[in-house]
Every structure is written in C-alpha cells, then in structure tokens.
C-alpha cells in the first residue's frame, strides 16, 4: 500500500518535474517566499536543515545552494526517488544523509535539532491524526528561534474530499496544457488513492495549540499554501 502511493513520484518522477517546470504547482513562487523567509531569519548562520518528504530535493536545493548550510536531512517513502537527491545535492556541495522510509516514523531516529524543518507537498499523503503528531514532533526537534516552512495544498473549510478532488482533477484538466491525457489519468488516480489534504484553518490551530508562532505570508491562492511556523 505504501509503495502504491509514492508510484506516481517513484516510477514517473518526469510528470513532477513536468510540473514544477511548469510552474503548475507554483513551485517558483514558492520558491522566492522560502528564500525570503530563509534571508530574514538565517541571512548569516550556517543551517541543520530536515526535510520531510524531500522527493528529490530539486527546489530545496536551489535555494540552499545560496544559503550557508551546516547539515542537510532529508527523508522520503521513496528510495528509488532518493537516488534522484543525491545527485541533485551532489551538485551543490554540502554535507547531507538521507532517509527511506515513512517521515511521521523515520523523524523518531533523529536526534539532532534543527533551524529549519521544511516540508513541501508530503504532508497531504498524512491522515490528520498523523499530520498533528508530526508537527508536533517537528517542534520538539527544532532549535529556539527554529522555523518549519510548510508547504501544501489544501482543502477549503467543510469542503468534502471527493469534492476537493473532483475540482482539482477539473483544474489539471483545464490549465495543465502539457499534460497528456495518460499523465492525468495517473495523477487523477494518485490524488484518489492517496491524497488527503487538510485546510489552511486547521493548520492554523494546529500550530497554535502545538506552542508555534505563525506568520503570515503573502498567500499564492485559495489551495496552494506556504505556511511559516516558528518556535520561540
Ligand atoms: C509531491 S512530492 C514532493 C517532493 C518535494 N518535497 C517537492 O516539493 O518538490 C511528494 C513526496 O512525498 C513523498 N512521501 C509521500 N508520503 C510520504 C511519507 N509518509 N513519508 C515520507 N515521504 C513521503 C513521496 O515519495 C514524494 O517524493
């Protein structure tokens, strides 16, 4: 079952990369508010950086290529996508271990601290059960004055799911001009398994109850969110 939901990523990594070339899942303009969040709240330290459900580290990379990074961790579900990563992080230089296996579990083997938790488009594969324990546990594993960039697609409050996805695969359809038609059958048929997004409300309380500050940031739409949570 667990192998199953990372097929689409594992097996067929070029339709992500489709995607971010496209920028259908804004990845660009994702991209330049972690830079910024990481300019304002790291400009001159040197970084522990995990990251949760990392795939193969492409965006991340990028930026951290112009950040002073002291470690990198990155976990996936996914040890064929993993390969990917090390070449990608091979690239730009910097001290780094990976992890194959469930990031809710794997993230309990740790045990350093962290600046910087980041997390992009994983945590809606989580039940939300599972979504809040793992937040909580980034929070115990990031250092005073740490941050988790988190980011994801979510749900509206009181959408129902089959809903929520029917719009999206609408979406995809309608706007995913080079997507062919096979590519948005797996896509559509991933989303239906294995995608459960949460909404930005709960994220909210959440990290609230959990002792994070939020900041807020400009927003990209109504689903695609990059939530920053900072412990104090
Ligand atoms: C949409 S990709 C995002 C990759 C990368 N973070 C990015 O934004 O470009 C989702 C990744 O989450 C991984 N994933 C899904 N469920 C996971 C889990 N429970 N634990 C760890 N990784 C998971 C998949 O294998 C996949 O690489």
Redesign the pocket.
């Known amino acids: 079952m667990r192998e199953n ?2 097929a689409l ?1 594992s097996k067929n990594w070029s339709i ?1 990369q489709k995607i ?1 070339a496209h920028n259908y899942m804004f990845h660009r303009d994702l991209g330049s508010i972690t830079t910024s969040v990481w300019e304002n709240n790291f400009k001159n330290t040197s970084v522990n950086v995990l990251d ?4 193969d580290a ?2 991340l990379s990028t930026i951290m290529d112009r950040c002073q990074i002291n470690s990198y961790t990155g ?4 040890s064929a ?1 993993l390969e990917y990563t090390k070449l990608n992080l091979a690239k730009i230089n910097i001290p780094f271990s990976l992890l194959a296996g ?3 579990m794997e993230i309990d083997k740790l045990h350093n601290t962290y600046n910087v938790i980041y997390s ?3 945590f809606h ?2 039940q939300d059960q599972e979504k809040l324990e793992l937040l909580k546990k980034c929070y115990a594993k990031l250092d005073a004055g740490g941050v988790v960039i988190l ?1 994801d697609h979510f749900k509206q409050d009181g959408q129902d799911r089959d809903k929520y996805i029917d719009e999206y695969v609408h979406d995809i359809k309608t706007n995913w001009l080079h997507i062919t038609l096979e590519e948005n059958e797996l896509i559509e048929n991933h989303m239906r398994g294995y995608d459960f997004p949460t909404t930005a409300n709960q994220i909210n309380i959440w990290g609230k109850e959990i002792g994070f500050s939020l900041e807020s940031l400009p927003d990209i739409n109504h689903c695609h969110k990059l939530f920053l949570l900072k412990k104090f």
């Open positions: 939901s990372v990523f992500y971010i949760l459900g990392c795939g492409y965006q976990i996936d579900l996914s996508v469930p990031m809710e992009s488009y994983a594969h989580l980011i």
